[in-house]
């Protein structure tokens, strides 16, 4: 999937999330993202992101985020961009997932995955990074 394909896809799984989101992800601002993440908390869904730490203009979409639940865990080396939803599809991509991000303006490619190998060898990397 390519560019704004993969935006929309990612917007649509998340919606559909019935029990847990990991999102790695370096940058996350007060976008559809954001808002996306703290939908599905209030939504009783288990919700965990890895990223960098915010630069000053943007600390307070993390603290919202916080504050609504979301599990935010900072790594300062992240550049990955997963979104892993219900152990069932794992989005893996070049594509920052937020609506600020390149979408649609550069050339931007990401997979999509069903396989339950695949999710469970993805979720695995993501929680050692997170030592869980």
Same mark, same amino acid.
């Given at each position: 999937?390519?560019?704004?394909?993969? =935006?929309?896809?990612?917007?649509? #799984?998340? =919606? *559909?999330?019935?029990?847990?989101?990991? $999102?790695?992800? %370096?940058?996350?601002?007060?976008?559809?993202l954001?808002? +996306?993440?703290?939908e599905?908390? +209030?939504?009783?869904?288990g919700? #965990?992101l890895?990223?960098?730490? %915010?630069?000053?203009?943007?600390?307070?979409?993390? $603290? *919202?985020?916080? =504050?609504?639940?979301?599990?935010?865990?900072?790594? %300062?080396d992240?550049?990955?961009?997963?979104? #892993?939803?219900?152990?069932?599809?794992? $989005?893996?991509?070049?594509?920052?997932?937020?609506?600020?991000?390149?979408?649609?303006?550069?050339?931007?490619?990401?997979?999509?995955?069903?396989?339950?190998?695949?999710?469970?060898?993805? *979720?695995?990397s993501?929680? *050692?990074?997170?030592? #869980?």
């Amino acid at each position: 999937m390519e560019g704004r394909h993969l =935006d929309q896809f990612t917007k649509w #799984i998340l =919606d *559909k999330a019935s029990s847990e989101v990991l $999102i790695v992800n %370096p940058y996350v601002k007060e976008c559809d993202l954001s808002q +996306q993440l703290i939908e599905s908390k +209030q939504r009783g869904l288990g919700v #965990i992101l890895l990223t960098q730490r %915010p630069k000053y203009q943007d600390q307070r979409c993390h $603290i *919202k985020l916080k =504050d609504n639940g979301v599990e935010v865990n900072y790594d %300062p080396d992240v550049h990955a961009k997963l979104v #892993i939803v219900d152990m069932q599809v794992a $989005i893996v991509s070049s594509m920052n997932f937020y609506s600020e991000s390149s979408a649609g303006k550069t050339w931007e490619a990401g997979m999509v995955s069903v396989d339950n190998r695949v999710i469970q060898t993805i *979720k695995k990397s993501v929680l *050692k990074e997170l030592k #869980i």
